[in-house]
């Protein structure tokens, strides 16, 4: 009763607390505001990438032998650290995230007339991934207040993501700019933050082979990563929500297409 009551409760501060940060957003578009359906569908793809994710990564550790799980455990503790995190969690939940952006892009695709709705879209995605996982990992508390920090994250790593695929389309249909690059960085750098992210909390393996072994040196190493982690992506975070703010304007006038 008391894992409900908190994943109910988990649930709930998110979509208020994003749901808010969305529609202050949608207000801020110019000249007229998205319709219900191009807000509504990104987050239901956020939704559903998140469960399909969390299955995907559950698969491909299932899917790993006994004998690779050996070798992995045999890698040097900074190598896993960074390298399951990356596996296990930021490569596929980004790909799939980033896929539910396309298909988002897809379907409204005659609509969809500047940078600014492709950073709306991909703030959707994150806000739907996130309501999913912290229902999720809320069935333990402790694991609900280590995701606070990431409430924002998911939000700004694909606000990002959006912002990199609209610019990079706006390029192409004004000939203003390289295409390719921001295509790729649209993965590529929410892949890299969210690696380092889970690195210092999550997948922090300094600490908790650390504590294993009792060696204090590795703990404090590793809790100080995952302090400069937390702190940085608070930081991170916020700060980019300010700054796509600041820039709504402009990312406004980056038209892609009239619509009628």
Request: aromatic share 12%.
């Amino acid at each position: 009763m008391i894992t409900i009551i908190q994943q109910i409760v988990a649930g709930l501060v998110t979509t208020g607390v994003l749901g808010w940060l969305y529609m202050r957003m949608i207000k801020r578009e110019k000249p007229a505001q998205i319709g219900i359906p191009q807000a509504l569908l990104p987050i239901i793809l956020g939704i559903i990438s998140e469960i399909v994710g969390s299955r995907a990564v559950v698969f491909l550790m299932m899917s790993l032998g006994e004998g690779s799980r050996a070798k992995f455990n045999e890698l040097p503790v900074v190598a896993r650290q960074f390298l399951s995190p990356f596996l296990f969690a930021a490569f596929p939940e980004e790909l799939i995230k980033l896929i539910m952006v396309i298909i988002t892009l897809c379907v409204f695709r005659k609509n969809v007339k500047n940078v600014y709705e492709y950073i709306l879209i991909g703030a959707a995605v994150g806000i739907g991934f996130s309501i999913s996982e912290d229902y999720s990992f809320a069935s333990e508390l402790a694991g609900f207040f280590v995701r606070l920090p990431m409430m924002p994250g998911h939000m700004a790593m694909d606000m990002l993501m959006g912002e990199f695929l609209g610019i990079a389309m706006y390029n192409k249909k004004n000939n203003a700019g390289p295409v390719a690059i921001f295509n790729i960085a649209a993965f590529v750098v929410p892949v890299i933050l969210h690696t380092l992210y889970d690195a210092g909390t999550t997948g922090n393996f300094l600490v908790f082979q650390g504590a294993a072994e009792q060696n204090n040196l590795m703990v404090t190493i590793g809790g100080v990563y995952a302090l400069v982690a937390v702190v940085g992506f608070i930081i991170y975070s916020f700060r980019m929500i300010v700054r796509f703010k600041k820039n709504g304007d402009k990312y406004n006038n980056m038209i892609i297409s009239e619509v009628e």
